[in-house]
């Protein structure tokens, strides 16, 4: 403020982003350009700030270097400690902002006050080493930065297994040319961003003017004491200055200057602001500032809308024993390159050809503890609380989860979920300590949970995770995080056989239509009449009297259908037209044969419904299990509400297909396929599935987002499915032996028929031998007495 009043044109500084938003703010009321070389807090970017400049890159930048450093190792879990000011707090924002851009969603942060005690400092230190995440960004002036490392290393927060990143302030302060790195042999593995400024003849000539002509190795100055990145900006600031002023009177501007009280009315005398010197040119000087361009020490020197430079280029340092070693290079974007970019004479950038994007492989880092294995960024917490497990009790199947007590009266849980899920935890490479927590619907468990009421608790928190027969859908993956599918899952409808062996004693008639059975007759007299036609001159059986000669003929064609006659016709014509007949009666016999059987076997256990089309046109009820996500489902078909009924275990199953639509019960019930192979393992001889599965998805375990033990229990999941042990487990639970036995109990049983089918068929045999004794009867007794 006192140099506002002095009439100045350009302010250089300040150092510090807390004071570079007050100084800002002043530049903006007396419209005097501030050029700072060292504030880097990116909200100083915004455009009610536009008399500010810097030379220092925007941390938006550093922090986007950090994020995609991050993303390069699949890291999920980052922590940022930062000061709790303006300067640390905007930085995590930008952290935070870059990291979601990349899809990395768990972000915690520790806010350091402004003068931490040591107490203090290794409180906050432990409560993070108790934590989950073990990537931690260091974001603090460079001496509370170092204060924090050193605490860190003598918690043994530098072994193996962690990650620390320190941003420039911090690093700046490592790399000061009078340091010993001796000193910092215990942050081994330490990662820092720096800003790469490319070795070129003006940044040799400031080295010799700072320090003497006494540097051969000007490749290696960046990180081995060359001088301070801020001390660069600072020079950098100074020509920039420089040129825009001068630029500036070319232009044919002054730099006249009135007082702010004449400028702004409402002011006393009293007042600081009073007697500021507002510059009168200052926008003017402003453009000449955004106009500027030039080759700097720390590369090109051009000022966008925002009063940043450009082209900013970061590297990664790695510290390793008592030396630091370059080992990437970002230079925007979403991608690292291993080797050192160019930086032609017109300020833009190059990457040299034999450069490539560096991967996990290609990177060449020591991480803290002396390994080069990279570290999975994350650990169970050791807070000394384990994990708290959400698992869905149903009423029914106790094959798939079970809640008992022991002698010792302790809880204990099995099924194929648990034990799937505790396979997979002892083959992790670490420790998991855990508690199941049992979630019912009612308090006498006999209604099941509502698994969206469970979705949404781990979500929120209440539990770390959930273990059980819990579906994979679209909506769910919006909120939480689910492992590979241990079971494949889709839905079926379940339906009750149908018997038509009972009470259909016509079967027999049915391989045929009525115009077959019609055609058959009208054909067989129809041949009869052609054979006696040609045959009756030489067969005397054809001859006689026509009463006789009408009754040979029927019998002997109706007699082709069933066996063998002692007729035997005379002519060529007639025998020729026999033996046509007889090849047209062999196919009708033996397609009769085959499709009475098919009739009376095959199709007798059929049922009504083909599959969920038939079952939503034809208006019946359908049963689904409370608390799952069928009922959404059929809703979403355009089923109403009021044809579904929830059903809460197999017994109810079982009840509502025997009663049957008309008496209260269900007509079919649609749930998932492991479900209802369940059901039918106790019982596939009165029910079935109808149709194929109509949607495909499967079961896995939730956590929260974010949890970086989804992606490792997915991993051991997969394993399993490859050696079988997943396989043996559902052979285990889901005991499809005892229905398969069942099965071929019922094709035994289906094979043999009984009385039920043929008693019309004896009905006519017997009514009609009864009335041919009863006709013979009568006519013996007219011959004998009339």
């Not at 649609?670 to 192979?677: A, N």
Request: hydrophobic share 40%; net charge negative.
């Amino acid at each position: 403020m006192e140099l506002t009043k002095k009439g100045v044109a350009i302010i250089l500084g300040p150092q510090s982003s807390i004071v570079a938003h007050v100084v800002a703010c002043i530049g903006e009321a007396t419209q005097i350009p501030i050029l700072s070389f060292g504030a880097t807090d990116p909200n100083l970017s915004m455009d009610q700030y536009s008399y500010f400049f810097r030379t220092a890159p925007s941390d938006e930048d550093q922090m986007s270097a950090i994020a995609t450093l991050i993303e390069s190792f699949n890291w999920q879990d980052v922590t940022i400690i930062f000061t709790d000011d303006d300067h640390g707090a905007d930085g995590a924002s930008s952290l935070h902002r870059s990291l979601q851009e990349r899809d990395i969603r768990s972000f915690n942060s520790s806010r350091i006050p402004l003068n931490p005690t040591a107490d203090k400092l290794r409180e906050q230190l432990l409560q993070l080493d108790s934590a989950e995440s073990r990537v931690f960004v260091l974001h603090t002036a460079g001496g509370l930065g170092l204060k924090i490392l050193t605490l860190a290393a003598g918690l043994d927060m530098f072994r193996s297994g962690y990650v620390w990143i320190v941003t420039d302030l911090t690093a700046s302060a490592l790399v000061k040319p009078n340091n010993d790195l001796k000193d910092f042999i215990s942050y081994e593995g330490l990662l820092a961003v720096h800003r790469f400024i490319y070795p070129s003849s003006l940044y040799k000539d400031l080295l010799i003017q700072l320090q003497g002509e006494n540097f051969s190795d000007i490749h290696n100055l960046n990180v081995l004491g060359g001088p301070d990145a801020y001390t660069i900006y600072a020079y950098d600031a100074f020509f920039a200055a420089a040129y825009a002023i001068t630029l500036h009177l070319a232009q044919g501007n002054n730099l006249s200057f009135t007082e702010y009280y004449k400028v702004h009315d409402g002011f006393h005398a009293e007042d600081d602001f009073r007697h500021m010197k507002v510059l009168e040119s200052g926008p003017a000087l402003r453009s000449a500032l955004w106009n500027t361009s030039f080759m700097g020490t720390c590369g090109l020197i051009q000022f966008d809308k925002h009063g940043d430079v450009g082209n900013v280029v970061f590297e990664f340092v790695n510290l390793v024993g008592e030396n630091f070693s370059v080992v990437a290079y970002w230079v925007g974007g979403n991608h690292l390159i291993t080797s050192a970019p160019h930086v032609l004479d017109n300020g833009s950038i190059t990457i040299n050809s034999t450069s490539e994007n560096a991967n996990t492989t290609s990177l060449n880092i020591v991480w803290p503890g002396g390994s080069r294995e990279i570290p999975k960024g994350w650990v169970p917490p050791k807070s000394g609380s384990p994990l708290r497990i959400g698992v869905p009790m149903k009423a029914g199947y106790h094959e798939i989860v079970s809640q008992t007590k022991s002698a010792d009266n302790k809880t204990i849980y099995d099924g194929f979920c648990i034990e799937v899920f505790e396979i997979a935890v002892k083959r992790l490479r670490y420790s998991v300590s855990f508690e199941y927590i049992p979630l019912f619907s009612d308090i006498m468990g006999k209604v099941n949970p509502l698994y969206d009421n469970l979705i949404d608790m781990v979500h929120s928190g209440e539990y770390d995770a959930a273990v059980g027969d819990i579906t994979i859908t679209a909506e769910r993956l919006r909120l939480v995080d689910f492992t590979q599918p241990f079971i494949e899952s889709g839905l079926v409808v379940l339906v009750k056989k149908r018997d038509n062996r009972l009470g259909n004693p016509w079967s027999f008639l049915q391989p045929f239509t009525p115009t077959m059975w019609c055609t058959i007759l009208g054909f067989t007299v129809f041949i009869g009449i052609v054979i006696w036609i040609l045959d009756h001159a030489e067969n005397h059986e054809f001859q006689g009297e026509m009463k006789k000669q009408l009754f040979s003929v029927l019998w002997f064609m109706f007699s082709t259908l069933f066996t063998t006659h002692k007729e035997e016709t005379k002519t060529i014509l007639a025998r020729t037209i026999l033996i046509l007949w007889l090849f047209v009666v062999l196919i009708l016999n033996s397609s009769y044969t085959a499709s009475l059987t098919a009739i009376l076997t095959v199709e007798q256990l059929k049922p009504e419904i083909k599959g969920l089309e038939s079952l939503i046109e034809r208006n019946l009820v359908i049963g689904y299990q409370t608390g799952s996500f069928v009922k959404d489902y059929l809703i979403g078909l355009h089923v109403h509400p009021d044809r579904l009924k929830d059903l809460g275990s197999w017994k109810d199953y079982k009840s509502a297909l025997d009663l049957g639509q008309s008496k209260g019960g269900v007509a079919a019930i649609v749930d998932e396929r492991p479900y209802i192979d369940l059901f039918l393992s106790l019982d596939c001889r009165h029910y079935t599935i109808a149709g194929p599965e109509f949607t495909k998805s499967g079961w896995g375990f939730v956590s929260k987002r974010g949890s970086e033990l989804i992606d490792d229990l997915s991993a051991e999941i997969l394993k399993m499915s490859q050696d079988m042990e997943l396989e043996r487990l559902h052979d285990k639970w889901f005991n499809e032996q005892k229905c398969s036995e069942i099965e071929a109990t019922i094709d035994e049983q289906s094979n043999r028929l009984g009385i039920r089918s043929f008693w019309a068929l004896f009905v006519i045999m017997g009514s009609v031998g009864i009335a041919s004794i009863i006709l013979y009867g009568v006519h013996g007794f007219l011959n004998r007495f009339c």
